[in-house]
Antibody, heavy 114, light 112 residues
Framework: EVQLVESGGGLVQPGRSLKLSCAAS????????MAWVRQAPKKGLEWVAT????????YYPDSVKGRFTISRDNAKSSLYLQMNSLKSEDTATYYC???????WGQGVMVTVSS | DVVMTQTPPSLSVAIGQSVSISCKSS???????????LHWLLQSSGRSPKRLIY???NLDSGVPDRFSGTGSQKDFTLKISRVEAKDLGVYYC?????????FGAGTKLELK
């Protein structure tokens, strides 16, 4: 059974940093592109980042480019999202998603507030 | 960026009715490999999204055949036949052909 379990969320002040983790199991992690998708409270879905199987290629929307970094450790079947210079508009539930859509974690809440 | 226009924003249905949701993209979603990476997701209340259909018309494992997806290029439709209570929630279309990947704004399916 495919499982994706996010961790690392919480309350953080504007301008600070936070790192999210996603532990994957039930599939060969190194064979799949992985992504982070977020959902602001009562809002729709917004893609945040994608990483290739080896980690050599990464993709971001303009809204987070230069502030967020996606990475992975295939030996640990883990995905990460380093979030720097956080803004209030980054407040959302962050989901780890295999190939961007096919399996999703339960999500982790990030609140950016002073 | 590819804009995904999803309509209607909400639908009120009776159990057993059939409904359709439209999703139109601002650009063709056909990738260089000839495949169209348009997908449909359902987010039930308080839950994570779950993919129902991938690449326009392919049902994910365990998804009943009451669900069907059609379309091509820039115009796509999700049809749900004989709606059941467990089908309620917010439906999203999503494209992964182009970066940035983008989602429709969602269609909330509610009971009449």
């Amino acid at each position: 059974e495919v499982q994706l379990v996010e961790s690392g969320g919480g309350l953080v002040q504007p301008g600070r940093s936070l790192k999210l983790s996603c532990a994957a199991s039930g599939f060969t992690f190194s064979n799949y592109y992985m992504a982070w998708v977020r959902q602001a409270p009562k809002k729709g879905l917004e893609w945040v980042a994608t990483i290739s199987t080896s980690g050599s290629r990464t993709y971001y929307p303009d809204s987070v480019k230069g502030r967020f970094t996606i990475s992975r450790d295939n030996a640990k079947s883990s995905l990460y999202l380093q979030m720097n210079s956080l803004k209030s508009e980054d407040t959302a539930t962050y989901y780890c998603a295999r190939r961007g859509t096919d399996y999703w974690g339960q999500g982790v809440m990030v609140t950016v507030s002073s | 960026d590819v804009v995904m226009t999803q309509t209607p924003p909400s639908l009120s249905v009776a159990i057993g009715q059939s409904v359709s949701i439209s999703c139109k993209s601002s650009q063709s979603l056909v990738y260089s490999d000839g495949k169209t990476y348009l997908h449909w997701l359902l987010q039930s209340s308080g839950r994570s999204p779950k993919r129902l259909i991938y690449q326009v018309s392919n049902l994910d494992s365990g998804v009943p055949d009451r669900f069907s997806g059609t379309g091509s290029q820039k115009d796509f439709t999700l049809k749900i036949s004989r709606v059941e209570a467990k089908d309620l929630g917010v439906y999203y279309c999503a494209q992964t052909t182009h970066f940035p990947n983008t989602f429709g704004a969602g269609t909330k399916l509610e009971l009449k």
